[in-house]
């Protein structure tokens, strides 16, 4: 009885390590390269209630535990704040644009566009 419980284990282990077989090779992903290191001045610790004040309601936020995403739209571009607990409050830790900046990942012109959107007077 122990004889054919043990062919037993080691036809199973046979047969599964025959299922294993080569290894597949992950598809091939092109990742798009990192964005430029550095900041926009005068961005980076900038609290909440100031960004609204100066870019207005975003187009979309997305919560991730403690961390946010706020996104704002143009028609020619986006650009999404990273927002980080910095004690009681959130405050921008690091932005993005897309289109990209040249010298880092947000692009002044795409900021310079939705900062005098927001503040543009409603008719």
């Known amino acids: 009885m122990r004889t054919t419980k043990a062919i037993a284990v ?3 282990c046979a047969a599964l390590g025959a299922c294993a077989g080569t290894p597949q090779q992950p598809p091939n992903v092109v990742l798009p390269p ?6 926009p001045n005068g961005l980076p610790g900038m609290d909440a209630k100031a960004l609204r004040v ?9 919560k ?6 706020w996104r704002y739209d143009n028609p020619s571009c986006r650009a999404f704040f990273f927002l980080y607990a910095n004690g009681n409050a959130l405050a921008v830790r690091h932005v993005e644009t897309v289109p990209r900046g040249r010298e880092m990942a947000a692009d002044e012109s795409c900021l310079a566009l939705l900062r005098v959107h927001a503040s543009a007077p409603v008719s």
């Open 10 to 12: 080691a036809c199973l």
């Open 34 to 39: 990192a964005p430029p290191p550095g900041e």
């Open 54 to 62: 100066a870019y207005g309601t975003p187009a979309f936020v997305r």
């Open 64 to 69: 991730d535990g403690q961390v946010e995403m």
